[in-house]
C-alpha cells in the first residue's frame, strides 16, 4: 500500500511541476551533474536582481528556484511558486532530475561525462549515505550508467524536437568557465543583469562558502538526513574516474554506452 500511496505523490508531484514549469525555465539536471552549484549561482544573482540580502543555501526557494526536497510538501511548492511570481516578472526555475515532459518557456539541460558521473553517483548515493548493506562500485554501475543513458536519450531528444527553447550545458563546461556558461543560461532564459553581479554571485555559491555554511549549519546542504558526509561538495574533480575505475568497469560502462548508440569515444577529450 505504502508503494502504491509513493507512486501516486510522485505521479501529482511531476503533474505541479510540469504546470508550474509552464511560462518558465525547465532545469533537467541528474543530482552530480553541477545542478547544485547552478542552482546557487541563480539564487544568489536573483537575490541581487531583487535586492534581497537574506538569502542562504537553504533558502533558495524564496527567489524562485524550485527544487523538490523530502522535506517539501506539494502545496508549500505551489505557494513557493505563486508567491514568486507574484512579485517579480523573472521566471521560475523548476528543478527535476527526472523528464516531467513539462511545458517550458526555456529549458536547461545538464549532462556530465558519464565516467565521472559513476563515481560521483557512487559516493553520493552509497559511499556517503546509511545503509543496511554495502554495495560495491561493481554492482553500483549498471543502475548508475542506465540512470545516466536514460536521461541522455531524453534530454538529446528534447533538444532535438525544440533547439530554439532548449540548451545543454556540459558539467566541465560549467565548472571551468562559469562565468561564461552561466551568463549564456541567463541569456537564454531572457534574464538580464551585470557581469559584475554573476561574479558575486559565483563568488557567493563557491565551495568554499557552502562549505563555511554546512560548518556553520552542522550538516551538509542538499542531500537529506541519511547522508553521513559533512560536506555535500566531495571533490567535482574532471577526470577523476581515471584513477578510480578498473579496466573492467571502464568496459561496463562503454558496453552500455555502445549499445545504445552512444559512443564512448565523445568523452575521451575530458581531463
Not at 539541460?109 to 554495495?135: A, E, G, I, K, M
Not at 538580464?192 to 555554511?213: M, N, P, Q
Not at 537529506?224 to 581515471?242: C, L, N, Q, Y
Amino acid at each position: 500500500m505504502s508503494g502504491d500511496v509513493d507512486a501516486q505523490r510522485l505521479e501529482l508531484l511531476d503533474a505541479v511541476q510540469a504546470g508550474v514549469a509552464s511560462g518558465n525555465t525547465w532545469l533537467f539536471s541528474l543530482n552530480k551533474s553541477g545542478t547544485t552549484f547552478l542552482c546557487h549561482v541563480l539564487a544568489f544573482y536573483y537575490a541581487r536582481l531583487l535586492s534581497r540580502s537574506d538569502i542562504t543555501f537553504d533558502t533558495i526557494r524564496s527567489v524562485g528556484i524550485l527544487r523538490w526536497s523530502r522535506d517539501m510538501d506539494v502545496e508549500t511548492y505551489i505557494a513557493s511558486a505563486i508567491a514568486f511570481r507574484s512579485s517579480t516578472s523573472l521566471p521560475l526555475v523548476v528543478v527535476t532530475p527526472h523528464n516531467i515532459r513539462a511545458s517550458y518557456r526555456t529549458a536547461v539541460l545538464l549532462t556530465r561525462n558519464p565516467f565521472d558521473y559513476c563515481v560521483s553517483s557512487y559516493h553520493y548515493r552509497y559511499v556517503r549515505r546509511r545503509h543496511q548493506n554495502q554495495v560495491s562500485l561493481d554492482e553500483a554501475i549498471p543502475d548508475i550508467i542506465a540512470k545516466w543513458v536514460a536521461t541522455e536519450i531524453d534530454q538529446t531528444r528534447l533538444l532535438e524536437a525544440d533547439p530554439e527553447h532548449v540548451k545543454r550545458v556540459r558539467y566541465e563546461d560549467l565548472v571551468t568557465e562559469p562565468e561564461r556558461e552561466i551568463a549564456g543560461i541567463l541569456r537564454f532564459m531572457g534574464v538580464e543583469g551585470s557581469e559584475a553581479d554573476l561574479r558575486i554571485a559565483i563568488a557567493e555559491a563557491g565551495k568554499d562558502r557552502l562549505r563555511e555554511h554546512e560548518i556553520q549549519t552542522g550538516r551538509a546542504a542538499v542531500a537529506g538526513d541519511s547522508f553521513t558526509a559533512p560536506h555535500f561538495v566531495r571533490s567535482g574533480k574532471i577526470g577523476e574516474w581515471r584513477g578510480v575505475l578498473s579496466p573492467a568497469q571502464v568496459r561496463v560502462i562503454e558496453d552500455q554506452l555502445e549499445r545504445c548508440g552512444i559512443p564512448s569515444s565523445r568523452y575521451d577529450q575530458d581531463a
